[in-house]
């Protein structure tokens, strides 16, 4: 009798996970002007950073560091409140820092850099791959598959992909694979249509692939690689500070690097337009992003709060989260997030409410109408379409706030818009009476 064959297994123990926080999230301003892209409030109770950190606890991986720099306070708080690990699992999700030591002034420079300077924390632990993710993503994805391939390729360096049409190709990272899905080219932001041409997927791979429609379809990056542990250390023995810029691009000529194809849905929440459909996508009957999906649930830190309390309102798709007082208002295709106070008469249409951090005291509420100061949330008799409220602001009365007639984009000292989305910045107040 033949000997079982022996396929190539990675044990999630063996596994270091790395999430990349990002830099100034300048294109998500004003929600990075007081938190950093990671911390971003999403679909109503979530931040951004509790989708790979979820992804990762739902394969398995249980060893996770998060690298930021920017506006890193709230993260802070939130990742200390949502994930503890018991003793005896040797699970952590811990946040590194930039600093500044008597070596190295500098912050960090990019991906690839942020990851080398914080290679003296990650050698503290054993580990024979490192799985590097994004925090700004919204997708789910098993990573127990991506590692059973890189193990089964014998790759020193595996990056997630997935097959995009052509006008979505010019916006991102486009590979080239061989008949094993080697990688053998990589070209960032082809606007070239030759260029383009030369990179496309051959029609007869669609079904080995996966890929349904006979549209053209390209092998784009999503950010996601597994590294080899020395094959890591050996590509940032340099000063090249970007994975996508610089190392991988490298790498490709001199090391096994191959493509891991995903198929399901993928965003790259980097600006306001791109934020603001994704959460509007999830008010949809048939989302294409399913927070419902209990196979692979989505974790965040756990409140405590009462349920919401609809008084009489009328509301149609939409997410509505916990410890929200809703009076007879009208919503449609709106996400409420936590502890959203609405007004009798109002009217909220393509908007997202971040939530509060705090339920206001009666004695906040008298003191600040008393002074014609609004409430927290959302006043009565206010119209808010295709605008995001951040958290804590206060909307009075009889406000209209609504981006038609304006510039796409615009910095006013009550709200900006960005993406022709109407954004009213935390803490914001909108006068009585006001109309935007």
Same mark, same amino acid.
């Given at each position: 009798?033949?000997?079982?064959?022996?396929?190539?297994?990675?044990?999630?123990?063996?596994?270091?996970?790395?999430?990349?926080?990002?830099?100034?999230?300048?294109?998500?301003?004003?929600?990075?002007?007081?938190?950093?892209?990671?911390?971003?409030?999403?679909?109503?109770?979530?931040?951004?950073?509790?989708?790979?950190?979820?992804?990762?606890?739902?394969?398995?991986?249980?060893?996770?560091?998060?690298?930021?720099?920017?506006?890193?306070?709230?993260?802070?708080?939130?990742?200390?409140?949502?994930?503890?690990?018991?003793?005896?699992?040797?699970?952590?999700?811990?946040?590194?820092?930039?600093?500044?030591?008597?070596?190295?002034?500098?912050?960090?420079?990019?991906?690839?850099?942020?990851?080398?300077?914080?290679?003296?924390?990650?050698?503290?632990?054993?580990?024979?791959?490192? $799985?590097?993710?994004?925090?700004?993503?919204?997708?789910?994805?098993?990573?127990?598959?991506?590692?059973?391939?890189?193990?089964?390729?014998?790759?020193? $360096?595996?990056?997630?992909?997935?097959?995009?049409?052509?006008?979505?190709?010019?916006?991102?990272?486009?590979?080239?694979?061989?008949?094993?899905?080697?990688?053998?080219?990589?070209?960032?932001?082809?606007?070239?249509?030759?260029?383009?041409?030369?990179?496309?997927?051959?029609?007869?791979?669609?079904?080995?692939?996966?890929?349904?429609?006979?549209?053209?379809?390209?092998?784009?990056?999503?950010?996601?690689?597994?590294?080899?542990?020395?094959?890591?250390?050996?590509?940032?023995? #340099?000063?090249?500070?970007?994975?996508?810029?610089?190392?991988?691009?490298?790498?490709?000529?001199?090391?096994?690097?191959?493509?891991?194809?995903?198929?399901?849905?993928?965003?790259?929440?980097?600006?306001?337009?791109?934020?603001?459909?994704?959460?509007?996508?999830?008010?949809?009957?048939?989302?294409?992003? #399913?927070?419902?999906?209990?196979?692979?649930? &989505?974790?965040?830190?756990?409140?405590?709060?009462?349920?919401?309390?609809?008084?009489?309102?009328?509301?149609?798709?939409?997410?509505?989260?916990?410890?929200?007082?809703?009076?007879?208002? #009208? &919503?449609?295709?709106?996400?409420?997030?936590?502890?959203?106070?609405?007004?009798?008469?109002?009217?909220?249409?393509?908007?997202?409410?971040?939530?509060?951090?705090?339920?206001?005291?009666?004695?906040?509420?008298?003191?600040?109408?008393?002074?014609?100061?609004?409430?927290?949330?959302?006043?009565?008799?206010?119209?808010?379409? #295709?605008?995001?409220?951040?958290?804590?602001?206060?909307?009075?009365?009889?406000?209209?706030?609504?981006?038609?007639?304006?510039?796409?984009?615009?910095?006013?000292?009550?709200?900006?818009?960005?993406?022709?989305?109407?954004?009213?910045?935390?803490?914001?107040?909108?006068?009585?009476?006001?109309?935007?």
């Amino acid at each position: 009798m033949s000997k079982p064959e022996i396929r190539p297994h990675i044990e999630p123990g063996n596994v270091l996970s790395v999430i990349m926080g990002g830099g100034q999230g300048t294109r998500l301003f004003p929600l990075t002007r007081e938190r950093s892209k990671p911390a971003v409030p999403l679909a109503g109770k979530y931040r951004l950073v509790d989708i790979p950190i979820s992804n990762c606890i739902n394969s398995g991986l249980k060893r996770i560091y998060l690298l930021t720099q920017f506006n890193s306070a709230s993260l802070h708080r939130h990742i200390s409140q949502s994930y503890k690990f018991d003793h005896f699992s040797g699970g952590f999700v811990e946040i590194l820092a930039a600093e500044q030591t008597f070596t190295d002034t500098s912050w960090y420079q990019g991906t690839a850099d942020a990851v080398r300077k914080n290679l003296m924390h990650l050698l503290n632990h054993d580990f024979e791959h490192v $799985l590097i993710l994004s925090g700004d993503q919204l997708y789910r994805m098993d990573f127990r598959k991506l590692l059973a391939q890189h193990a089964a390729s014998g790759s020193d $360096l595996t990056i997630a992909t997935i097959p995009v049409r052509r006008p979505e190709a010019q916006s991102l990272g486009i590979m080239q694979i061989d008949a094993e899905r080697r990688i053998t080219r990589f070209v960032e932001k082809p606007k070239d249509p030759a260029v383009q041409d030369s990179l496309r997927l051959p029609r007869d791979w669609h079904p080995t692939l996966e890929i349904e429609g006979d549209d053209d379809f390209f092998l784009a990056s999503m950010g996601i690689y597994v590294f080899k542990r020395d094959v890591l250390l050996k590509l940032l023995d #340099n000063t090249l500070t970007d994975f996508g810029k610089h190392i991988i691009p490298g790498a490709i000529n001199t090391h096994r690097v191959y493509s891991y194809v995903f198929q399901g849905y993928w965003e790259d929440i980097g600006t306001i337009r791109s934020f603001f459909e994704a959460n509007l996508d999830v008010t949809s009957e048939l989302p294409r992003f #399913n927070f419902f999906d209990m196979s692979a649930p &989505i974790f965040t830190r756990p409140r405590f709060l009462p349920a919401s309390k609809i008084n009489g309102a009328e509301i149609d798709h939409a997410i509505v989260s916990d410890g929200c007082i809703i009076n007879h208002a #009208n &919503i449609t295709h709106s996400i409420i997030g936590v502890r959203s106070v609405v007004g009798a008469g109002s009217n909220l249409h393509r908007t997202i409410l971040l939530g509060c951090d705090f339920f206001e005291s009666e004695a906040s509420i008298f003191d600040n109408e008393s002074s014609g100061r609004p409430r927290i949330g959302v006043g009565t008799n206010t119209r808010i379409d #295709n605008a995001i409220i951040d958290k804590n602001a206060r909307i009075g009365n009889d406000v209209i706030i609504s981006p038609a007639h304006k510039p796409e984009n615009e910095d006013h000292a009550l709200y900006y818009i960005r993406d022709g989305v109407v954004i009213i910045p935390k803490g914001g107040v909108i006068p009585h009476g006001t109309v935007i």
